[in-house]
């Protein structure tokens, strides 16, 4: 059984930092995209960063470029979003998901973690 579990979340003022942390188990991930998702209050979720475990390469949604870094520790099967700089408007629960390179969804989800961004 695949399982995502998402941690780091919590209330945080404005300019500061969180780690979120998606520990994945139940199969190797090593071929898959991981990536972290957010749904504000009322709002769509929206794509936040991803990362390719066997290559590397990640990319950001352009609200979060140069704030956020997304990583991964193969030998930990975990992924990492580190967020710093923190706006009110990153107030959202995050989640963390998995797919296969050639496939165009993301298969499996996490349940989610709050992220709270307030004075």
């Known amino acids: 059984q695949v399982q995502l579990v998402e941690s780091g979340g919590g209330l945080v003022q404005p300019g500061g930092s969180l780690r979120l942390s998606c520990a994945a188990s139940g199969r190797t991930f090593s071929s898959y995209f991981m990536g972290w998702f957010r749904q504000g209050s009322g709002k769509e979720r929206e794509f936040v960063a991803n990362?390719?475990?066997?290559?590397?390469?990640?990319s950001y949604a352009d609200s979060v470029k140069g704030r956020f870094t997304i990583s991964g520790d193969n030998a930990k099967n975990t992924v990492y979003l580190q967020m710093n700089s923190l706006k009110p408007e990153d107030t959202a629960v995050y989640y963390c998901a998995a797919r296969l390179p050639a496939a165009s969804t993301y298969a499996y989800w996490g349940q989610g973690t709050q992220v709270t961004v307030s004075s």
């Open positions: 990362i390719s475990w066997r290559g590397g390469s990640t």
